[in-house]
């Protein structure tokens, strides 16, 4: 036995003598004030992180008696301290959300997506960064609840649900939160911004990102393949013209480069697969990524508006890659799993060539040699920003285990939209 499995029994050991010893007190939960609540809340939500599953349903059995202003109280202590841990540690709202979504049930999300807006309540609107707001309006964290009694008496009431059923689901949240390992810190933290970080990443016009967001959602609800990819082409068309003038105008308003992190989640199964597709569309815009599997997301770093770009057209080609993946056929094989990850893996392979491809034939960097500069700017920004971000990233390798998996991906990004054609970039004013 490894010393890894070793502390990993341990603490179990741990926990179920400290569980043990909670429940032989034999204390009358009315007895309890918030403290004491707060204290094996935490506690209980502590030993099920360490495996212990059945002390959530035991604890939430007996805290149920306790009085409910105290144990409003202590629910809503627990998660904001679990919350000013998490944000130093560079979790930011939307990702939490994603957590919870993946690990938890449904009125899981909703509470733990209430104590996010009950948290951020207590900061002046203006020293949240804007990625910040627009998380928060993202995963539609704003108080519903009048505050005339505690938010967990009114969330129990409005979902129906038992105070025992309600603390089992706070405290398997709990236990998730707690659980969650530290990441890098990307954002200023709530409370701390200003105008200037928001000015630090200006440049992607909004009314652009608009255009584009409406031309894909139409491409991803239509039916038909080829108005899907002329809307795509549109939509990849308007951002590259963009792209470019913004290059310029830097270019000629000498601009300093910046560069900036963000996160895309991706959906259940081949997660792994889907991030080398990200990450290959990220690689194509002068970005790079880091894949979190286990956590379910990769991280960017890049430009903003090469990352917008990486977004959009990732989101994309992902749409395009599951499609095509349940078209290539009806077999017992192309259902199963090693299919059809080979399947993902190729298609991201394939899609990273031709966008290679594409980057070599355009003659973009040499329309304009102001360019040039920017270019070497922004690449070192992004260089500088990975290693402090991610100075210690390792590679990772993935079996191909179908052949008619690979071969159909292949296949596929043959044929996939990239929307990658270009506007002519000669200058003409």
């Known amino acids: 036995m490894g010393s890894s499995d070793r502390a990993r ?22 007895s309890l004030d918030a403290n004491g ?56 709202p939307y990702d939490l959300v994603q957590v919870i979504s993946r690990e938890c049930d449904g009125f899981a999300v909703g509470f733990v997506t209430d104590v996010i807006a009950v948290d951020m309540s207590q900061h002046a609107e203006a020293t949240l960064h804007e990625r910040w707001r627009d998380q928060l309006r993202q995963i539609e964290a704003r108080p519903w609840w009048p505050h005339d009694r505690q938010h967990f008496e009114q969330w129990l009431a409005r979902h129906i649900l038992s105070k025992q059923e309600g603390l089992e689901v706070a405290i398997v949240a709990l236990a998730t939160l707690m659980a969650l390992p530290k990441l890098p810190l990307i954002l200023p933290l709530p409370g701390s911004s200003s105008v200037a970080d928001v000015l630090l990443g200006a440049g992607v016009d909004q009314k652009v990102l608009a255009k584009v967001r409406g031309l894909l959602a139409k491409a991803e609800s239509t039916e038909f393949p080829e108005e899907a990819e002329a809307l795509s082409a549109k939509a990849q068309e308007l951002m590259s013209r963009h792209a470019f003038e913004r290059a310029l105008l830097d ?61 959009l057209l990732s989101t994309s080609l992902l749409l395009q890659a599951t499609r095509a993946m349940v078209a290539a056929g009806a077999g017992v094989d192309t259902r199963s799993r090693t299919y059809r990850q080979s399947f993902l893996l190729a298609y991201a392979v394939r899609i990273g060539q031709r966008l290679r491809a594409a980057a070599e034939e355009s003659d973009d960097h040499a329309a304009d ?20 971000l991610h100075p210690a990233t390792v590679k990772k390798s993935y079996t191909v285990g179908s052949a008619a998996g690979w071969q159909a991906g292949t296949a596929a990004a043959d044929q996939a939209d990239l929307g990658v054609t270009r506007p002519n970039l000669t200058p003409t004013r």
């Open 9 to 30: 029994r341990a603490a179990k050991q741990q926990a179920r003598a400290r569980h043990a010893q909670r429940m032989a007190n034999g204390a009358d939960a009315r």
């Open 37 to 92: 609540i707060a204290g094996r809340l935490w506690a209980t939500a502590n030993d099920y992180s360490y495996g212990q599953k059945h002390t959530a349903a035991a604890e939430a059995e007996y805290l149920a008696d306790a009085d409910d202003r105290q144990l409003g109280i202590a629910v809503a202590g627990v998660f904001h301290r679990a919350l000013n841990f998490l944000w130093p540690s560079g979790w930011l």
């Open 369 to 388: 040699d102001r360019l040039l500069p920017v270019l070497a700017d922004r690449e070192k920004a992004v260089s500088e920003l990975f290693e402090e």
């Open 251 to 311: 270019a000629d308003e000498h601009v300093a480069q910046t560069a900036s992190s963000r996160r895309v989640w991706l959906d259940t199964p081949y997660v792994g697969a889907k991030a080398q597709l990200v990450a290959a569309v990220a690689a194509a815009n002068r970005s790079r990524g880091v894949v979190y599997e286990k956590l379910g997301f990769i991280a960017l770093i890049g430009a903003d508006l090469d990352l917008e770009i990486t977004e």
